[in-house]
């Protein structure tokens, strides 16, 4: 076993130590409470571990400390480290929730919190800041460092993040010259001004590790490298530009540029994608640095939703570690929701869970978090060989190799990977025999044993679908009555103008709404026939994203895009009458785009209008005389505001109009007993946008369904990923459960408001919260131990055991399934095999019920021997609860 060999431990520690050693005569225990000491054991094994390898950080990071880096890894207060890293998006979630999420990042393994900084939002007017809420920087900045972690500060401005028009300001759009991302000087000098605010806000809060604070990174730009070629010569003068403008702010911390080659020196280039091994920094003394590992991928409407098996995430991750790297960030390790108008576009959906190791609601995505958090502990174990030394590559056969960290008189750490698709192997490294899964990696810290290998998922986990099934849920209707108001079609107010054209909508709307209506007249005096030689059709083209169609106030139908091409042609038949007959097309935008070159100038609306079908030359209507109309009358007199609930624009009645277009919908409801936050089930609504107490929880489209086709419910982890490899969802909305905040809900009755765009039924909808969680444990005696129990140097055969964790404020209230010996099926299916041990069930309920934690041996010891000669498992499945 690995004996621990750090020196300078303090008292502390060595106390710490002495408790262990005496309480841990297993041999004076009975079995049941040999059970509960070991699980004891391990928790407090882990955080001794946390204490020593993190000595002289995580204590003092009040102090200041310095940062630099050298070819090898980020250096903090002149130690090599090796950093795990995720993004959470302070906007993304409510601060009240912030040191939970954070909290649980950080007992996942993680040492840094990664996060954008969103400009349009801290910026909405030139000159004029906001920083309150769910948008208060500084605020997050300091929660991360009250858990005792490191903040890596992405300003970009840039940040894509599939947020609205990429974070930048709209306002940015109509300064006169301007061209985004270039070597222009308008766009320079607004960049230039709010990296400074940005730098001066958290340096006046001294947030910077070398002031004390957990700032040790700092990005400029982002992901800029994938876009360069197309703006020539003032891309690459823009780089210099950039880097060298972020390094004279002096944040006396180091600056990255993600996917970015030709960053000049002294500015990191770092790697974004599903794998980084093979990636390479531009210059021999920059450390290999992965800022984007994508947990997942985000979820748009229309498409089935993606997810990544953990085995290919942790394969990811080990490969980069092993190959060199050794500062790895999660994209997401949580995604949280896009409240309100914050998806970026087109057609983002407003959940943004990422497939994240902690999901949208804050609870922890098992086995996703478990066994990452099991492949960092196994990664910090290797530190001290990690930081030494570069690895030694060693040939193992066809698709198998090893790399091999060394440190003079201590030893050496190993990884051995297969890296083939399909067929395990056996591999022989230092003259003993492994081994190796397909696409898999083994992490063997002294070189000898293996801990960890990211095929073999040993932690907690759940129901696969990811839909929240396994959770017990309490559903409640929404609404025992219900007020309505319906919008106007077409021109609503006389502040409507006219122009002989198509106007393109972003620089119309100035995206002060998603809706423009687009109205015309058309005056028919000829008597019109109604045989097929007289049909009339109605066509338009469209840059994006969605339309309705009215002719003469009444719907005739829809027209909308997709993620991937936000553009559309109408071409359907219309019944005019003879005289007067209007046109009115409203125009939505589902996002601004958010990625691509020049995305900044991407359009949306209607440019092109035809009538086919008459002999009296209208056709092209394209120049005619068009009014517009910015928004909706609804929005214009804030229906949505708490203060306009008792207002008698609304409509009462005792029978509530469905599936009409263009209504405003609205009830109250008592939100269930908890802290727990919410959900809204909207399966039964169209499309359209909801808010709760006057906060918008986002849009919504469950009437977009996802294809049909190409979706698995067993994704194969092997092989390559990317985000169409494994998906879920097919034939169904990309999402039906919309995230309320438990901040956002008080005691009494809650306003809920809906803006109906298409059509659905209110009634059917209901509102959740989450009274427990189901979790389970599958294990066979051939599985390795955990991780933690490493650490200890314990003497004899520790040998696997089952872990089940329960969430903060929650413990076991009930065991549902235990068995030892050929137990079959998967989580919330398990079965009894053909043989099974007796006393399972009370040994298990003696170590779970009533604890956060539990931990059982997998063992013949422990529940005796059912059936001789077979290879035998255990299989555990608990419910959490309050």
């Not at 605020?139 to 974070?167: D, S």
């Not at 943004?352 to 990664?379: C, M, N, S, T, V």
């Not at 419910?713 to 919309?738: E, V, W």
Request: with cysteine; hydrophobic share 35%.
């Amino acid at each position: 076993m690995l004996a621990w060999k750090e020196s300078n431990r303090n008292g502390t520690s060595k106390t710490l130590r002495v408790i262990l050693k005496d309480k841990i005569c297993s041999s004076c225990l009975d079995r049941k409470e040999s059970i509960r000491v070991m699980e004891t054991r391990q928790s407090i094994a882990w955080a001794i571990l946390t204490i020593l390898v993190f000595e002289g950080h995580i204590c003092n990071r009040g102090s200041a400390v310095t940062v630099s880096y050298d070819h090898r890894a980020l250096v903090i207060d002149g130690q090599r480290r090796v950093l795990l890293s995720g993004s959470i998006h302070y906007p993304r979630t409510t601060p009240d929730v912030w040191p939970d999420i954070i909290r649980k990042s950080k007992e996942g393994g993680l040492d840094v919190i990664e996060t954008y900084v969103f400009w349009n939002y801290h910026e909405p007017v030139r000159g004029q800041y906001y920083f309150e809420g769910r948008f208060d920087l500084v605020r997050f900045v300091k929660t991360a460092q009250e858990a005792g972690m490191f903040v890596h500060l992405r300003i970009g401005p840039y940040a894509c993040a599939e947020w609205n028009y990429g974070g930048f300001p709209l306002w940015l759009h109509f300064i006169s010259g301007i061209q985004f991302r270039t070597t222009n000087a308008p766009f320079k000098i607004e960049m230039q001004r709010f990296l400074a605010k940005i730098v001066t806000m958290m340096k006046e809060e001294n947030l910077f590790a070398p002031q004390g604070g957990p700032i040790i990174l700092t990005q400029v730009e982002n992901e800029y490298g994938n876009v360069e070629w197309a703006y020539g010569t003032g891309g690459e003068l823009y780089v210099k530009w950039a880097a060298e403008t972020a390094v004279r702010l002096n944040t006396s911390v180091p600056w990255v540029m993600c996917q970015q080659e030709d960053v000049p020196d002294p500015v990191i280039n770092t790697c974004n994608g599903f794998y980084c091994d093979q990636f390479m920094p531009n210059s021999p003394s920059k450390p290999k640095m992965w800022t984007e590992n994508y947990s997942g991928w985000f979820s748009a409407f229309g498409y089935a939703v993606p997810y990544r098996p953990v085995e290919d995430l942790a394969f990811s991750v080990a490969r980069f570690i092993e190959t060199g790297g050794t500062f790895q960030n999660y994209y997401m390790y949580f995604g949280g929701t896009n409240f309100g108008r914050t998806a970026g576009g087109p057609f983002i959906a407003t959940s943004y869970d990422y497939d994240a190791p902690i999901d949208e609601y804050g609870f922890l995505r098992q086995p996703k978090w478990g066994h990452l958090r099991d492949l960092h502990k196994a990664i910090k174990l290797c530190e001290k060989y990690l930081v030494n030394t570069d690895p030694t590559y060693m040939y193992l056969g066809k698709h198998l190799e090893a790399h091999i960290y060394h440190k003079a008189s201590e030893g050496c750490a190993a990884f051995l990977a297969n890296i083939d698709q399909k067929a395990d192997a056996n591999v022989v490294f230092n003259g003993k025999s492994y081994n190796l899964p397909a696409w898999s990696v083994s992490i063997l810290p002294d070189c000898q044993n293996v801990i960890f290998n990211t095929a073999k998922v040993v932690s907690q986990a759940s129901n696969e679908d990811l839909s929240h099934e396994h959770n017990v849920t309490a559903e409640y209707p929404v609404g025992s009555s219900w007020n309505w108001y319906k919008e106007p079609v077409g021109i609503w107010s006389n502040n409507s103008f006219t122009a002989n054209s198509l106007l393109e909508q972003i620089n119309t709307t100035k995206d002060a709404s998603d809706f423009l209506w687009y109205t015309m007249r058309i005056d028919l005096n000829e008597q019109l026939s109604l045989d097929n030689k007289s049909e009339v059709y109605l066509h338009f083209e469209s840059l994006g994203h969605a339309a309705l169609i009215f002719v003469n106030k009444k719907l005739t139908g829809m027209g909308y895009g997709n993620h991937d091409d936000a553009s559309f042609i109408f071409h359907e038949r219309i019944m005019l009458n003879q005289g007067n007959n209007t046109v009115d097309l409203l125009s939505m935008m589902i996002g601004i785009q958010n990625y691509g070159p020049w995305f900044d100038v991407a359009g949306a609306g209607i440019f092109s209008v035809g009538l086919i079908g008459l002999g009296n030359g209208l056709g092209d209507l394209s120049n005619a005389e068009w009014t517009y109309q910015v928004g909706l009358q609804g929005e214009y007199l804030g229906l949505h505001k708490t203060d306009l609930a008792n207002s008698s624009l609304w409509t009462p009645g005792n029978v509530v109009p469905i599936n009409q277009s263009l209504i405003w919908y609205k009830t109250t409801f008592v939100a269930p007993e908890g802290t727990g936050p919410l959900a809204l089930n909207l399966a039964s609504m169209g499309k359209g946008q909801a808010w709760v107490n006057g906060q918008s929880i986002g849009r919504y489209w469950p009437a977009y369904l996802s294809p049909t086709t190409g979706c698995t419910k067993h994704c194969n982890y092997r092989g390559t990923y990317d985000s169409f490899k494994c998906l879920k969802k097919c034939g169904q909305p990309a999402q039906t459960l919309y995230h309320v905040p438990r901040s956002w809900v008080h005691a009494g009755q809650n306003l809920l408001v809906f803006h109906e765009e298409l059509g659905g039924d209110p009634s059917q909808i209901s509102i959740s919260t989450i009274k427990g969680q189901v979790a389970c444990a599958h294990l066979s005696e051939s599985d390795p131990p955990p991780v933690d129990s490493w650490e200890l140097n314990f003497t004899g055969n520790l040998g696997p055991r089952i872990k089940l964790h329960c969430d903060v404020g929650w413990q076991v209230v009930s065991v549902n399934f235990a068995s030892f010996g050929t137990p079959e099926g998967e989580c919330g299916r398990y079965s009894h095999g053909y043989c099974k041990a007796d006393n399972v069930f009370p040994i298990v309920q003696e170590a779970c019920l009533a604890r956060r934690n539990c931990s059982i041996p997998v063992s013949t010891r422990t529940f005796g021997d059912p059936c001789p000669g077979v290879s035998k498992s255990l299989a555990v499945q608990v419910l959490c609860g309050p």
